[in-house]
């Protein structure tokens, strides 16, 4: 949204200036000799009277000297109106760096001259306050037109005042980082944790990929022995019966696998044969005879 710039131009002071300046211009070696001495004059400023003398000398040397006063053109300060290409002399309206004259800048829907009113740009055109309401988004939370500053999700095309674009959950007005929920609502960070599961070993939320095992939840990167510091996330793994936590091969065959009574070696495969008298077997050790 923009507003117009006017300006307005006294074409008396104008014209005056201008014909100063080309008189000065045509007779530049008259006018040196009393630049030279006023400069370096230390009595009290001319009168005016003395300055009109001083100019009408100036001319009189200009005549004398034969010397062409060119004639006056008007100084125009805000050059050809964009929309009828007329001169501008008095007042101007300013769009994207254009000029018009007030009565030519007119609503692009009621056609209507916007004058000195202010008035609305959007999406390249102006409109008037009268007729901007048909064209200005409606704030998907309170209902009323959008006038100045949009806001609007990644992704969605619903527009928010500022102040509107509020957590669901606690109502504070998001600023930079929220979250959008599965049901198309918006939360601050704090009210998202807090509807993530948590990391059973390291207590924060889960914000995006999980792992389930255990019957618990995890971080990927958090899945991990819980004898030594060997991830196991993609690699086979085995749990404490004591502790239910998980463990490594490696670590699984150290502390807790059972020794085969036939080779004497750890038991690590899910089945294996046990006795009533507390022996162990890998199914291919075991020999009832």
Do not use: W
Request: aromatic share 10%.
């Amino acid at each position: 949204m923009a507003a117009s710039a006017l300006y307005s131009s006294n074409s008396a002071s104008a014209k005056f200036l201008s014909s100063a300046h080309r008189l000065s211009k045509a007779s530049e070696k008259s006018f040196q000799n009393i630049n030279d001495d006023s400069k370096n004059s230390d009595s009290a400023d001319k009168s005016g009277f003395d300055l009109v003398d001083e100019l009408t000398q100036n001319l009189v040397n200009a005549f004398e000297n034969k010397e062409v006063i060119p004639p006056y053109e008007a100084e125009v300060m805000f050059g050809k109106c964009t929309a009828c290409d007329g001169l501008i002399e008095k007042e101007a309206n300013v769009v994207n760096g254009q000029h018009y004259h007030p009565s030519c800048l007119t609503c692009d829907d009621c056609k209507q001259p916007l004058g000195n009113e202010k008035y609305f740009i959007l999406k390249d055109k102006s409109y008037c306050k009268r007729c901007k309401d048909k064209y200005l988004e409606t704030c998907s939370k309170c209902g009323k037109k959008v006038e100045e500053n949009t806001i609007r999700a990644k992704g969605s095309n619903d527009a928010y005042h500022p102040d509107c674009f509020v957590c669901q959950t606690c109502g504070c007005v998001l600023h930079g980082k929220f979250f959008k929920t599965d049901d198309g609502n918006h939360l601050c960070e704090a009210d998202f944790m807090a509807t993530r599961k948590k990391c059973f070993r390291c207590g924060r939320a889960v914000m995006e990929l999980s792992l389930q095992a255990l019957g618990n939840t995890y971080h990927p990167n958090c899945f991990m022995c819980s004898l030594c510091p060997k991830k196991l996330d993609g690699e086979v793994f085995f749990f404490s019966n004591e502790t239910k936590q998980p463990l490594c091969k490696e670590d699984y065959e150290r502390y807790e696998a059972k020794t085969c009574s036939g080779c004497s070696g750890k038991i690590v495969e899910e089945k294996f044969i046990s006795t009533s008298n507390d022996k162990y077997f890998h199914q291919d050790c075991y020999s009832p005879n």
